[in-house]
């Protein structure tokens, strides 16, 4: 049976196991590879993606449990040719190393600003739980701070 | 150091080229192992390399792959008509953002406009073997290294003079090696034949010239060309030997700020790692090998899996099983619905408490010095566990046998061994195999030479799948148990204070090699140092961790001095500094350190410092944590550091490597282990070996001190300081001393 979903916009039809997890039926399905693979069981956070503008660890995902829902990955982040203020910031403040974890951290800080413009270092603390091995969390509070920092400045 | 450096030239005379390496190329040797090449590129422009031990006439003929029809050597830097400039550097990426670091080296020497300076990781050929590490590892460039000479040489350089040819990225030696000693050379000798070409060009003395920005100019005449225009011209001028290097006055580019450029790349998706490759046709397989080292393989009912989804096959091998479907999903289920039996390679009632005995057996048998009669005697033991690098990027690689050939793409910190790995596991000739290095997903030594068992797998097990190319994907629980760890190491130091409260005796025996015995060397001055290895007991296979021997001997080292000043009643800050009268940089260092954390000002109730000061790698680093104990739990709220890295090429990717090595020693001071048990680790995935995450990772404060000295490395020294400084926090904190990591409280 076909589990139908949006991906990035875009009205997607895969025939495979309804179990499959989403991140292996993206990255091997779809050939979208940005979104990456770190535990299998939804603990660091390198495979997350937005699932109607929620995040989720698409590891520990079913692909049939986003049936009829619109999934973004890190290739549809950025809109309309312009990347998005998340990714921005990262280019500006150099955040990735390795840059591995860096998809999934960024769909995580993106989804927390969303839900919560003017984040401080605590509420992006608890909202965002994922691993970076390469230890870029100082660069990645800066970055979110410039972010809110503008939201602020624009909103006065 | 004079104000032009200049490398030593063993043999001034130029090379006599023999018969292969007249045309197009001319060679010029500048020392007895390495030498400076140069040609004309098929469609015009310059091609100059400097190599390494690897780098000889006759090699000038090898042509790697996707060369054709561009002329390209195999060598270091093309300047190009349309006045670009392509530097080829024969390191991978990993993060550590080196490429940009030893690119800017050569525009710096070369005069280049770095917004026309493109980047390019050189294919594994012998040709870019990075011989430079040798070099930079010894002391023949009037560099002071402090006791030099009673030390042995470090790790990498040892590890390199051990090999034939390698091509690797480690040891923090990219820049402090290729660049400051291959690349800072390539680019002052492609501007001197840049201006010959130029006063042939113009008709006019070459001293009326200068290079800036791409371009000769001179000025009395107003007349000038850029680098591109005059490239094809140069490449006919005479090579020069022992080019002069500019003085460090006259920097423009290094010691400024500069992007990388493969991060806009990883912010957007498409960075491609070793995992991401998609080969026409390929298959996928995962694996599950013997848990036990030494394990072989002993019997296996492949029926459970063979029926499965999308399952094409079983493949046994002597020591692990691997099932190969249409998917990694699949491949993943399948080989779970296994129970393959594994022998325990006679080591199957192994546990960490056993291994720990062998240590101290060990130790025991060597014997620690004995404190002649003294004050104060103070003596302590130190253990670190085993650790897995946990790179971000489980194990991957993707092989294709066919038609006589073999491909391999895959992340490595070192392509041309693992290219010999993947030839010798297929059986074939090095110039039959191809490898298609990916970017790593994270290294810290665990893709480094002798850590390809991913790499033999792999091609194993496309000998089952060829003509098809099979991507082997390691679950993250594969990666964790079947690690290249940090080795399990036991230190017992004994030392006496006189009544002046200073250390007159310093006896360290440790468990470990011959190569670690630098780390393990405290760089006090103390009159009585005694520092030996006691052999080193093994069980799970080792490997080089992020910082090598000085991740532990940092701890070891620098929890014992801290140890002395306590019980001389000193403050740590100040006996370390009473012992660095021979050591001003270290000295130095430390000062910063302390004036930068505030070191002595009050702190809130419940917070308590410490200090660690530990060379590594070149560099110096000296750390202050700031701890709170919460909830039963060591929180380490802020960390501050100095550091003399010579010259921080890039400052800004300096910080980033200090910053993260910082984040990386923090979560092995605090959660890393990997236990033993029935001989198998224990530790399976990230909750039982868990990372420091933004909510409890420190914030870190970084100064350079710029000591103008030689370039140091920094991809490791940031780690070594911090779970000593961290632990001797806890003990002004608590004062409980803790001797073990990772560090918990009792």
Known sequence: MAIEFTLNGTLTSLEVDPAMPLLWAIREQTGLTGTKFGCGIGACGACTVHVDGTPVRSCSTPVESVAGREVTTIEGLAQNGELHPVQRAWIEHQVPQCGYCQSGMIMAVAAALEQNPRATDEDLQAAVTNICRCGTYQRIREAVQSITATTEASSV | ?746
């Open chain 2, 1 to 746: 150091m004079s104000e032009h450096e200049r490398p030593p030239v063993d043999e001034q005379a130029a090379e006599t080229p023999t018969d292969e390496s007249q045309e197009p190329s001319r060679l010029r040797k500048w020392s007895r192992r390495a030498f400076i090449g140069a040609g004309t590129l098929a469609g015009g422009g310059l091609v100059l390399g400097v190599g390494g031990v690897l780098f000889s006439p006759n090699r000038l003929r090898v042509m790697p792959d996707g060369s054709e029809g561009n002329g390209q050597l195999g060598t270091w830097i093309r300047i190009t008509p349309d006045n670009r400039i392509n530097v080829l550097i024969p390191h991978c990426e990993m993060g550590q953002g080196a490429l940009t670091g030893v690119a800017m080296l050569c525009a710096e020497e070369m005069e280049a406009d770095w917004q026309l300076v493109d980047i390019e990781q050189a294919p594994p050929e012998d040709i870019y073997a990075n011989g430079y590490l040798v070099r930079a590892g010894l002391d023949e460039f009037g560099v002071k290294i402090p006791r030099w000479l009673e030390r042995p040489l470090d790790y990498v350089s040892y590890k390199a003079m051990d090999m034939a040819s390698i091509q690797t990225t480690g040891g923090s030696m990219s820049t402090r090696g290729t660049g400051q000693f291959g690349m800072r050379v390539a680019g002052a000798a492609a501007k001197l034949m840049l201006l010959d070409a130029g006063a042939e060009h113009f008709a006019v003395p070459v001293e009326e010239l200068t290079a800036r920005a791409s371009r000769v100019t001179h000025e009395a005449s107003g007349q000038s060309a850029t680098f591109g225009e005059l490239a094809s011209l140069a490449s006919t001028m005479k090579v020069p030997n022992g080019p002069p290097l500019k003085p460090r006055s006259a920097y423009r580019l290094v010691g400024t700020s500069q992007n990388r450029a493969d991060i806009p790349g990883k912010v957007v998706g498409e960075a491609q790692y070793g995992i991401d490759v998609v080969v026409p046709d390929m298959v996928y397989a995962t694996i599950t090998a013997a848990p036990i080292p030494g394990g072989r393989l002993a019997s296996l009912d492949p029926a459970p899996a063979m029926g499965m989804p999308g399952v094409l096959d079983v493949v046994q091998l002597e020591d692990a099983v691997a099932v190969v479907a249409d998917g990694y999903w699949n491949a993943s289920q399948a080989l779970a619905a296994l129970n393959p039996q594994f022998t325990d390679g006679g080591v199957g009632g192994v546990d960490t408490g056993a291994i720990r005995g062998m240590h101290a057996t060990a130790i025991d048998d060597e014997g620690v010095g004995e404190a002649p009669e003294s004050a104060r005697i103070v003596t302590a033991e130190y253990c670190v566990p085993y650790l897995s690098h946990a790179t971000m990027e489980p194990m991957v690689a993707t092989a294709r046998i066919a038609n006589g050939r073999l491909e391999v793409w895959a992340g490595t910190q070192d392509p041309l061994s693992s290219r010999r790995v993947a030839a010798r596991a297929a059986d074939l000739d090095e110039e039959d195999v191809t490898l298609h290095n990916q970017q790593l997903g994270g290294g810290f030594g665990r893709r480094l030479p002798g850590t390809y068992d991913y790499i033999e797998q792999a091609v194993e097990i496309a000998k089952a799948t060829s003509p098809r190319a099979v991507k082997l994907v390691w679950s993250r629980e594969e990666d964790m148990c079947h690690g290249y760890f940090r080795p399990f190491v036991m230190s017992r130091q004994a030392g006496a204070l006189d009544a002046e409260g200073r250390a007159v005796f310093w006896s360290h025996v440790y468990t470990g090699g011959f190569s670690d015995s630098m780390a393990a060397r405290p760089v006090y001055g103390v009159d009585d140092l005694d520092v030996r290895s006691a052999g080193m007991p093994e069980h799970l296979r080792t490997g080089a961790w992020r910082s090598v021997a000085s991740s532990q001997h940092g701890f070891f080292v620098e929890s014992f001095v801290d140890e002395m000043a306590h019980a001389a009643g000193r403050d740590p800050v100040d006996f370390r500094r009473s012992m660095l009268d021979e050591e001003p940089r270290h000295a130095a260092v430390l000062e910063r350190v302390a004036e930068l954390s505030g070191w002595g000002t009050a702190l809130p109730e419940g917070r308590a410092r410490g200090v660690a000061l530990v060379e590594s790698f070149g560099s110096i680093v000296a750390q202050v944590a700031e701890v709170s104990v919460e909830n039963g739990a060591i929180r380490v709220h802020h960390v501050y550091c100095a550091v003399d890295c010579g010259i921080a090429v890039n400052p800004q990717q300096a910080l980033a490597q200090v910053q993260g090595g910082i984040i990386f020693g923090t979560s092995s001071a605090l959660f890393h282990e990997i236990t033993v048990q029935g001989g198998a680790p224990v530790q399976r995935n990230f909750p039982e070996y868990d990372m420091v995450r933004l909510n409890n990772a420190p914030l870190v404060s970084v100064a350079f001190v710029d000591s103008g000295a030689s370039i140091g490395g920094l991809g490791e020294p940031g780690v070594p300081p911090v779970a000593p400084a961290i632990a001797n926090a806890v003990y002004a904190l608590t004062g409980q001393r803790l001797r073990d990591l990772p560090l918990r409280l009792a």
